[in-house]
C-alpha cells in the first residue's frame, strides 16, 4: 500500500490525482513551481470533495481528512519521501526527460517514476534515467475523479515489480487498470484520435455542424459526450499536441494527422472549457 505520493505540476489532471489520492488515506505532496497554480489546485480539490458531499458520496468528516492530506510544496526535494511520483506536465518530450534526471537524483532508489503523458513513448522518458526500470507510464482519463480506468504503460525497460507496484497503486485509488505496451497512442487516443480526427474532417468538409454531429453520436451511438464536447472537455491544445505526437511517431500515419481547424482554434485561444470557448461557449465554472 502507497503511504506517500508526490505529484509534479498542479494543474487539472495533478489535483485531480491528488484528490483521488487523499480520498484514498495517501498523504499528497502536490508539487508546482507557480504559486499561484498550487492555490488554484487546492481550490479545485477543496470543491471537487464538496460536490461529493453534496452528491451524498462522502461525508463532512471524509472531506476534511482528505483535504489535510494534500501538502503543497515548492521544492522537488521535498518530495523525497515518495513511494510514487507521478508526473503531470506539459506534454514535450524534453521538458519530461530534463525533469525525471531531477526526480531521480532527489528522490529514493526504490521510488517510482510515473508519467501521466497522453501519448509520450515511456521508453523514450526513462531513457534520461539511470534506472529505467523504476519508469512506468500511468495515463488517468479526462477527468481522473470520475474517470474509471487508468492504463499502465511499460516501457521496454520496466521491471516486472514496477508493473506489480502501480497495478497495486491503481487498485488502491479504486480505479481499473490495463496494462499496455508502450506505444503511440498507446490504446486509448490510438482508438480516439481517429475518432476526433474524422468528426473534424466531417466538420471541415461541412457536411453537418458540430453540434449535429455529436448530437448523432449521442442519441444513435450511445455516446455520453459528441466528439466535439469530448475535445472541448479536454483541451483543443492537449488533442493538438496528442494528434502531433502520434503522427511523428508513427512516421506520418495519415490517421493522426492534425487538421488545419485544430491548428488555427488553438492559435487564437479557442481551447475548450478552459478558455471559455472551443466548438462551443462555454460557462466559467464549467
Known amino acids: 500500500m502507497v503511504k506517500h505520493l508526490g505529484i509534479v505540476g498542479a494543474g487539472t489532471m495533478g489535483a485531480g490525482i491528488a484528490q483521488l489520492a487523499a480520498l ?6 502536490l508539487y508546482d513551481i ?24 462522502l461525508s463532512e468528516n471524509q472531506t476534511t481528512e482528505a483535504f489535510a492530506r494534500v501538502h503543497p510544496r515548492t521544492r522537488l526535494g521535498e518530495l523525497n519521501h515518495s513511494e510514487i511520483v507521478v508526473e503531470a506536465v506539459i506534454e514535450e518530450l524534453r521538458i ?21 503523458t497522453s501519448s509520450i513513448s515511456i521508453t523514450a522518458i526513462a531513457s534520461a534515467t539511470r534506472h529505467p526500470e523504476n519508469v512506468v507510464g500511468l495515463h488517468f482519463l479526462n477527468s481522473p475523479t470520475s474517470a474509471r480506468l487508468v492504463e499502465i504503460v511499460q516501457a521496454k525497460q520496466t521491471s516486472p515489480e514496477s508493473v506489480q507496484r502501480s497495478i497495486d497503486f491503481t487498485t488502491q485509488l479504486h480505479k481499473i487498470a490495463v496494462l499496455v505496451q508502450d506505444s503511440p497512442g498507446f490504446i486509448v487516443n490510438r482508438m480516439v484520435q481517429p475518432f476526433y480526427g474524422e468528426a473534424i474532417r466531417i466538420l471541415g468538409e461541412r457536411v453537418a455542424d458540430a453540434g449535429q454531429i455529436d448530437r448523432i453520436l449521442r442519441v444513435l451511438g450511445g455516446f455520453d459526450r459528441g466528439p466535439f464536447e469530448s475535445m ?3 483541451g483543443l491544445d492537449l488533442c493538438l499536441s496528442v494528434t502531433q505526437s ?3 511517431q508513427t512516421f506520418g500515419e495519415p490517421r493522426y494527422r ?3 481547424i485544430q491548428k488555427q482554434m488553438v492559435e487564437s485561444g479557442m481551447l475548450g472549457q478552459k478558455s471559455g470557448s472551443g ?3 462555454h460557462h466559467e465554472n464549467e
Open 24 to 29: 484514498a488515506g495517501i498523504e499528497v505532496s
Open 34 to 57: 507557480n504559486g499561484t497554480v498550487l492555490r488554484q489546485a487546492l481550490e479545485r480539490i477543496k470543491t471537487g470533495l464538496k460536490i461529493g458531499v453534496e452528491k451524498g458520496g
Open 96 to 116: 519530461k526527460k530534463d525533469l525525471f534526471k531531477h526526480l531521480e537524483a532527489d528522490t529514493k532508489p526504490t521510488t517510482i517514476l510515473a508519467s501521466t
Open 232 to 234: 472541448d472537455a479536454v
Open 246 to 248: 502520434m503522427h511523428d
Open 258 to 260: 492534425p487538421h488545419p
Open 279 to 281: 466548438f462551443y461557449k
